[in-house]
C-alpha cells in the first residue's frame, strides 16, 4: 500500500526566512513523488516533481525538494519565503509499477508567512 | 502541461436536486480520470475511477447511485450528485493523466446545497 505523511499540519515562518514543509512516503516499488499547492477555493497547481535521476527538483516559484530514498522523504524547500506563498501544501505519490492509478495525497500542510 | 477544466466552477443547490459536474480534457484524451472530493481545510480523498466507455470503480464508502459518473467518451466524463442534500457540500476536483508520472487536476468546483 502507498502512503503519504506530512507531519505538520501548520507552518509558520516570516517572510524572507527559508521554509521547509516535511513529507515522507512509503511505497512498495521506488516512487513518483510530487509536490501541488492549493489557494483558497481553487485547485491543485503543480509545483514539481521527482520522477528519477538528479534527488534535488527544481519547480515552480522558487520552490525545490530534495529526494532522499533512505530516509523516504520529499521535503518541499524555498530559501526565501514570501507572504504570496501561504497557501495549503500537499504530497503526493505513485508507486512506478502502479500505472495511471490516482495519487495518494498527504493530508496537507497549511503554510503561513507573515511579514 | 495538459489542461482539464471543470464545469461549473459554483453551484447552489437545493436539496433533493441533482447536479452535473463535467470534467474535460482540453488538449489530450484521457481514458481515465479520477474524481476527489475535499472537505474544507482537509486532504483529497478519492471518490472514484472513471474509465471511457466502462463502469467507474468506486472507493469504499462512496455510494455508487447516489454519485452517477458516466465517461462517454475520451474526453469528457461528468459527475452527477443525484438527490443533493447539505452534507453533500462539498469541493469536488477532477483530474487526468497522459502517464503515470503526470497528473492534471481541473480547478474544482463547490458545490452548496442549501
Known amino acids: 500500500a502507498q502512503s503519504v505523511a506530512q507531519p505538520e499540519d501548520q507552518v509558520n515562518v516570516a517572510e524572507g526566512n527559508p521554509l521547509t514543509v516535511k513529507c515522507t512516503y512509503s511505497?512498495?516499488?521506488?516512487?513518483?513523488l510530487f509536490w501541488y499547492v492549493q489557494y483558497p477555493n481553487r485547485g491543485l497547481q503543480f509545483l514539481l516533481k521527482?520522477?528519477?535521476?538528479?534527488?534535488l527538483v527544481k519547480g515552480s516559484y522558487g520552490f525545490e525538494a530534495e529526494f532522499n530514498k533512505s530516509q523516504t522523504s520529499f521535503h518541499l524547500k524555498k530559501p526565501s519565503a514570501l507572504v504570496s506563498d501561504s497557501a495549503l501544501y500537499f504530497c503526493?505519490?505513485?508507486?512506478?509499477?502502479?500505472?495511471?492509478?490516482?495519487?495518494?495525497f498527504g493530508k496537507g500542510t497549511r503554510l503561513s508567512v507573515i511579514a | 502541461g495538459a489542461v482539464v477544466s471543470q464545469h461549473p466552477s459554483w453551484v447552489i443547490c437545493k436539496s433533493g436536486t441533482s447536479v452535473k459536474i463535467e470534467c474535460r480534457s482540453l488538449d489530450f484524451q484521457a481514458t481515465t480520470m479520477f474524481w476527489y472530493r475535499q472537505f474544507p481545510k482537509q486532504s483529497l480523498m478519492l471518490m472514484a475511477t472513471?474509465?471511457?466507455?466502462?463502469?467507474?470503480?468506486?472507493e469504499q464508502g462512496v455510494e455508487k447511485d447516489k454519485f452517477l459518473i458516466n465517461h462517454a467518451s475520451l474526453t469528457l466524463s461528468t459527475l452527477t450528485v443525484t438527490s443533493a442534500h447539505p452534507e453533500d457540500s462539498s469541493f469536488y476536483i477532477c483530474s487526468s493523466g497522459l502517464s503515470s508520472y503526470e497528473q492534471y487536476f481541473g480547478p474544482g468546483t463547490r458545490l452548496t446545497v442549501t
Open positions: 503526493a505519490v505513485r508507486d512506478r509499477n502502479s500505472g495511471n492509478t490516482p495519487l495518494v
Open positions: 472513471s474509465n471511457e466507455g466502462s463502469k467507474a470503480t468506486y
Open positions: 511505497v512498495s516499488g521506488n516512487p513518483y
Open positions: 521527482y520522477i528519477t535521476g538528479d534527488n
